[in-house]
């Protein structure tokens, strides 16, 4: 296959990091946008009060130029609904003195690749802990002028991966039978230190210099392209870094909250949607800020807004993306954020968004999703992730199962509320993920593969779009407690093949590598309607139905041997069906034994 090579220019990566630099953003815009009202902002020395010239522009017209309190900012509006594409000068004109930019209408090229949803596996990774691609000298280059300019083995330091190390590892992810990639945030975190997990963004239309340029950004996602892997690009609204030139530089106090002054928040993401909230409690939720090196991002601000949301659509352009993860959802405002997903959604009607509403019940999950039954308010938002279920698959796979109170019978009850939800096939479901414990959550439960295998079973065959954290397919562990730079550790070179594996890492990859990969395309499995049975013997079966085929699941809850009796099961059992796992097929007559924990997928 033909790849496009990367390149790597550290000059023209670092010339628009810092505060004192020259912005205009976007960087460019695309004729013939659904929405034709491009807002431009300008980010250069005592340009406040200029008036606007586009000089050689054809069909553009200019309706709105704002200035602010701090002079180095215009923002202006311009209507490109008859403008085809084209490159112009922006000219500012203060007094005497004008100021000119270089600017290009680009034309869209209908690249666009979909969607994702419930027929994925979607694959989790840390670029800068996942794996290095870059020469170490390169990699100094790429570090220079950066503020957090070293590379470390510290658990908050950078670890120096990268989009080439990206690159280099997707044979490795397309034998494993992943088909979405969600990487953090990739977008330049120029802070101080501890801002190698991206959250932190400096610049909304620049990629993190020591992950590679945008260019490499783009190589990338149609490398991913040409195997059939879709690209999910994670977004932080809620807040940015301290390090940003709109925060450091901002056009006036009202870009964020509490006034541009640090005020903690509380973290208690149910305020958001309780209706007995109290206001500072609702209010000190939603505006206060996360750290003080996050300010948070007031999204009623107009131009923020409209900023924001530019950006969003201009890397779904620019990079063909195939959907969005929203980070820390219900901190946001909630009219902007049904705003964004409606705007996406009207220019790209197929993309799917997933937010993440980490809520510890379902019923505070369902008000998040759009069209939710118990949120009076649309928040268009079509995925929400199911943490309730994650607690849950880390907790019943080292419980005795019985009928009512332990093991899969609290997973049968969670399942059989799922009538709160709007729509059960777009829920992001996971094991864990770069802010919990790993599945394996210290190093003696790694031998005990089958723990996994259940949980796996369980998350690959139950609704919902599943999506794995990188390390897990190798059996890595790491528990919260010991801090989030623990979780995530880069995985180690030889890894990535089966000769530098352990046997253990390759029986956690080769049992991950089969079902992923029997899921592939398996609509069954992914959209058909589910069909659950209390508990009996302490095992839990269930089947996926669709078109005439049917997926049954039977998996043992105990540490003994059970013997099911197949007669209440026929509406989802034939005579033969081929077993997944042992690649054999089984004759269903009157009983079924499974050893203790087996685990059976039957099709």
Not at 250 to 261: A, I
Not at 301 to 330: C, M
Not at 386 to 405: G, H, I, K, Q
């Amino acid at each position: 296959m033909k790849i496009k090579h990367f390149i790597f220019i550290a000059v023209c990566c670092l010339c628009t990091v810092g505060v004192n630099a020259t912005h205009v953003h976007p960087l460019h815009w695309y004729a013939g946008m659904k929405n034709t009202r491009l807002q431009i902002l300008i980010h250069d020395t005592n340009i406040g009060g200029s008036s606007v010239e586009l000089k050689g522009a054809k069909g553009l017209v200019v309706d709105e130029v704002n200035s602010f309190d701090n002079p180095n900012y215009v923002i202006f509006y311009v209507d490109t609904k008859d403008a085809p594409a084209q490159k112009f000068d922006i000219v500012l004109h203060k007094g005497s003195k004008s100021k000119k930019y270089r600017y290009e209408l680009k034309e869209r090229t209908n690249a666009y690749h979909g969607s994702w949803d419930a027929s994925d596996v979607v694959y989790l990774l840390m670029p800068d802990r996942f794996a290095k691609g870059f020469s170490d000298a390169v990699k100094k280059k790429m570090f220079k002028g950066m503020k957090e300019n070293t590379w470390n083995e510290e658990d908050y330091g950078r670890r120096g991966g990268d989009l080439k190390g990206m690159t280099d590892r997707l044979d490795y992810l397309q034998e494993l039978g992943i088909t979405a990639i969600w990487p953090t945030p990739t977008l330049v975190n120029d802070m101080e230190r501890e801002s190698y997990h991206g959250y932190a963004i400096t610049d909304y239309y620049l990629t993190d210099p020591r992950f590679g340029t945008n260019d490499d950004y783009c190589a990338w996602v149609e490398a991913c392209h040409q195997r059939g892997i879709k690209v999910i690009q994670d977004i932080v609204f809620n807040h940015c870094g301290s390090g940003n030139f709109l925060f450091e530089d901002r056009p006036d106090d009202s870009w964020f909250h509490y006034n541009s002054t640090f005020t903690q928040s509380t973290y208690k993401t149910s305020a958001a949607s309780d209706i007995h909230v109290s206001d500072i409690d609702r209010d000190l939720t939603i505006n206060g800020w996360f750290t003080l090196g996050m300010p948070d991002v007031n999204e009623s601000n107009r131009f923020f807004a409209d900023y924001l949301i530019q950006a969003s659509k201009w890397w779904v352009e620019y990079a063909h993306l195939d959907g969005i993860r929203q980070d820390t959802y219900p901190y946001n405002d909630f009219d902007f954020m049904a705003r964004w997903c409606r705007e996406m959604n009207e220019e790209y009607p197929d993309i799917n968004i997933v937010g993440e509403a980490w809520m510890g019940n379902n019923v505070a999950v369902s008000y998040w999703q759009k069209d939710s039954k118990l949120n009076e308010r649309n928040t268009y938002l079509p995925t929400v992730m199911d943490f309730p279920l994650m607690y849950l698959l880390n907790r019943v796979v080292d419980e005795e199962t019985d009928s009512w109170d332990y093991g899969f019978a609290k997973l049968y009850e969670y399942i059989s509320q799922d009538f709160v939800y709007a729509d059960v096939n777009h829920l992001l479901t996971f094991l864990g993920n770069h802010d919990t414990s790993r599945f394996q959550s210290k190093d003696e439960l790694v031998p005990n593969i089958t723990r996994y295998k259940q949980a796996l079973t369980l998350l690959l065959t139950l609704r919902g779009i599943p999506q794995l954290y990188y390390g897990d397919e190798l059996g890595m562990a790491a528990h919260k407690g010991m801090g989030d730079g623990g979780m995530r550790k880069i995985i180690p070179a030889e890894a990535f093949t089966k000769e530098g594996r352990t046997a253990l890492q390759n029986e956690y990859f080769d049992f991950t590598k089969k079902l992923l990969n029997w899921r592939k395309g398996n609509r069954v499995v992914a959209f058909g309607k589910m069909t659950h049975y209390s508990i009996r013997d302490g095992v839990y079966v269930y089947a996926r139905t669709l078109g005439g085929k049917t997926v049954t699941v039977m998996i043992n809850g105990t540490s003994k041997q059970q013997t099911l009796d197949l007669n209440t099961y026929r509406e989802v059992l034939h005579p033969v069906m081929h077993d997944v796992i042992s690649e054999k097929d089984v004759t269903l007559n009157e009983t079924l034994s499974l050893a203790p924990r087996q685990i059976y997928i039957l099709q």
